[in-house]
């Protein structure tokens, strides 16, 4: 007989030490793995029931330690960490490089035309502004015209940005070398961060996001929580646009000057979304894991009236913990 699974395994925290850049890594790279989006909803719900049952002290008989962590992996990936309500599947991160590698690779292709640039860009602030709601912090609900709103401006704002972009890169005082105008995507992408994620997240920002003490215990909402929070995760998202956006150009304008590529030009789109998508199977685990999901800040860097509420309930308590989103 197989012996007992222990129920002494912390499966409320990754499996890898979040401290080091390398753990949080190998946490990611099971996070977005891009395989879980294939994951049928039986199996999503029988690794939620496996990872809910254990932390109640019920273990499925014959359940290994691996397959508890697989299961973990599964629920964390499809199940918002907050709420534990089951995300909308494009919104995942597991969805980022299928769904990205496509919308990056179209928008670095069809680069020429001010029409495709709009497009393009629309397609892509709409499917950030999902991926943003998505992996919010906090489980406070946002109305749907605070929502309606939020994406108004954060695409509105980012199209804007990137038509700005371009026609900078078109005028012919500014003198930009040809192959200027195919990072504007890349910039516009990353001013457009700097735009959707705080828009789709302002609720926290008014209200705040809640913090919490070492042992898991809730001890208010705090907008300087969610400042830092939401710093943390444009820094993230820009960093992941990086190799995907500013890799894959300069290969392609020497490919276009092969012999094969203008003899097939035909192969341009799809080689480049591969390129794309081979940079963001990479970048995005590793841009997620450069701060740690459970992000920290000192009681002092609070809010005064919070400050002074932690002071009376836990005053032993130095600093609080919060979820940053992705």
């Given amino acids: 007989?197989?012996?007992?699974?222990?129920?002494?395994?912390?499966?409320?925290?990754?499996?890898?030490?979040?401290?080091?850049?390398?753990?949080?890594?190998?946490?990611?790279?099971?996070?977005?793995?891009?395989?879980?989006v294939l994951l049928s909803s039986e199996t999503l719900e029988e690794a939620r029931v496996i990872t809910e049952n254990?932390?109640?002290?019920?273990?499925?008989?014959?359940?290994?330690?691996?397959?508890?962590?697989?299961?973990?992996?599964?629920?964390?990936?499809?199940?918002?960490?907050?709420?534990?309500?089951?995300m909308f599947v494009i919104g995942r991160m597991s969805a980022q490089v299928p769904v990205n590698m496509s919308i990056t690779g179209c928008m670095l292709t069809f680069y020429r035309t001010t029409p495709a640039v709009v497009f393009w860009q629309w397609?892509?602030?709409?499917?950030?502004?999902?991926?943003?709601y998505t992996n919010r912090s906090g489980d406070a609900p946002m109305t749907v015209n605070q929502l309606g709103a939020a994406y108004v401006s954060a695409t509105t704002g980012a199209v804007v940005t990137a038509l700005g972009l371009k026609s900078l890169a078109s005028v012919?005082?500014?003198?930009?070398?040809?192959?200027?105008s195919r990072f504007v995507p890349f910039a516009a992408v990353a001013a457009a961060n700097c735009i959707n994620i705080p828009f789709m997240r302002q609720r926290e920002l008014k209200y705040g996001i809640p913090v919490m003490d070492e042992n898991g215990n809730r001890l208010g909402e705090s907008p300087n929580a969610a400042k830092q929070a939401i710093?943390?995760?444009?820094?993230?998202?820009?960093?992941?646009?990086?190799?995907?956006?500013?890799?894959?150009?300069?290969?392609?304008?020497?490919?276009?000057?092969?012999?094969?590529?203008?003899?097939?030009?035909?192969?341009?789109?799809?080689?480049?979304?591969?390129?794309?998508?081979?940079?963001?199977?990479?970048?995005?685990?590793?841009?997620?894991?450069?701060?740690?999901?459970?992000?920290?800040?000192?009681v002092s860097g609070l809010e005064e009236d919070l400050q002074e509420r932690i002071r009376e309930t836990s005053p032993n308590t130095t600093t609080v913990y919060f979820n940053k989103g992705l």
């Fill in 172 to 180: 012919k005082t500014v003198r930009l070398p040809p192959i200027a």
């Fill in 231 to 298: 710093m943390q995760v444009v820094v993230s998202r820009i960093g992941m646009a990086v190799p995907a956006m500013a890799i894959p150009p300069v290969i392609m304008n020497a490919l276009e000057k092969k012999a094969f590529m203008k003899r097939f030009p035909i192969l341009n789109a799809p080689v480049q979304v591969g390129l794309v998508g081979l940079c963001l199977v990479f970048a995005t685990p590793l841009c997620c894991a450069l701060f740690p999901q459970k992000s920290s800040m000192s």
């Fill in 1 to 36: 007989m197989s012996e007992e699974l222990s129920l002494n395994i912390n499966i409320k925290e990754p499996r890898w030490d979040q401290g080091t850049f390398m753990g949080r890594a190998k946490h990611f790279f099971m996070v977005t793995d891009p395989r879980n």
């Fill in 123 to 132: 397609v892509n602030q709409s499917f950030n502004a999902v991926v943003n």
């Fill in 54 to 86: 254990y932390r109640a002290g019920i273990t499925k008989p014959g359940l290994s330690e691996d397959e508890l962590w697989r299961a973990k992996y599964i629920y964390d990936s499809a199940f918002h960490p907050d709420t534990g309500e089951k």
